[in-house]
């Protein structure tokens, strides 16, 4: 497997006295999904607000390329080519499918805004998605869930990120809509971009998953590859024993190592 694009070492943040995420190493690849699971309260949030520039850690390091970076911001985070979607989506329903795409980073043609250079751009990016968006020029409170997550990944595509942070995109959409995002996400990495997955949800995380790291109380608690079973990713999100499992240590079947020890065969190539 090739060198990693973003790791992290030893991250550790608290809020007051919560500790949310606690001595955290954490890998992810190009051509890759590196899914992040946990319970309510695990620290996935916490851990895409680091990714995003949106936190930052209080001990510990965020590397790119092998080299220690400061995330001081999501604008600089973006700056060094890590974007993120969050749940939230911050679209504003009232604008177009352009416009939000350009809101703020607007194209202009000296003192004009380039409606036609944006328009063009916004199709370009929705065609790599394989998007199915009847018009970029309809408000965007007209479109399904799935829809307005593919435009605020589409927004998140300018600039050309390296890796793309997605926090809980299936949250609160139907199974056809689920479907959609997840394909997206498959386009992502067929792109080549780096993909940090960060959900709830196992059973959608294992759809496109090539490795699955699980927090618990702010920790990693385990690393499997993307065949894990269900069942097993459940018992280590609770930390519930399976019957028949032992208690010895050993970890689940289909489990990896966490830290510097990470997945075997990219689950792309084997695609």
Not at 56 to 65: A, E, H
Not at 135 to 153: D, I
Request: charge should be negative; avoid cysteine; charged fraction near 25%.
């Amino acid at each position: 497997m090739s060198d990693p694009v973003l790791s992290l070492r030893g991250v550790s943040k608290r809020f007051g006295g919560v500790r949310a995420l606690v001595d955290v190493d954490a890998d992810v690849h190009e051509h890759e999904v590196l899914a992040v699971v946990g319970d309510n309260g695990a620290g996935k949030s916490t851990l895409a607000g680091v990714l995003a520039g949106a936190h930052r850690p209080d001990i510990g390091q965020v590397l790119l390329d092998g080299r220690p970076v400061v995330l001081g911001s999501p604008a600089a985070a973006r700056a060094l080519g890590i974007a993120a979607v969050f749940q939230e989506l911050a679209l504003v329903d009232d604008l177009d499918v352009v416009e939000n795409l350009f809101l703020g980073h607007e194209t202009r043609r000296g003192p004009l805004l380039d409606e036609v250079a944006m328009e063009r751009e916004a199709w370009r990016l929705l065609d790599q998605l394989a998007a199915s968006v009847p018009t970029v020029r309809e408000p965007v409170r007209t479109l399904s869930g799935g829809q307005r997550q593919v435009v605020a990944v589409a927004r998140a595509l300018l600039g050309s990120p390296r890796v793309v942070v997605l926090d809980e995109p299936t949250a609160s959409l139907g199974v056809r809509q689920t479907a959609e995002v997840l394909n997206l996400i498959v386009r992502l990495r067929e792109r080549g971009h780096a993909v940090v997955l960060v959900s709830h949800q196992a059973g959608d995380l294992q759809a496109v998953a090539d490795r699955i790291l699980v927090l618990r109380l702010g920790r990693v608690h385990d690393v499997f590859d993307g065949d894990a079973s269900y069942e097993d990713l459940l018992a280590a999100m609770t930390g519930a024993v399976r019957p028949g499992a032992k208690q010895s240590g050993t970890k689940p079947a289909g489990a990896q190592r966490t830290g510097t020890e990470q997945a075997g065969p990219d689950r792309a190539a084997r695609r």
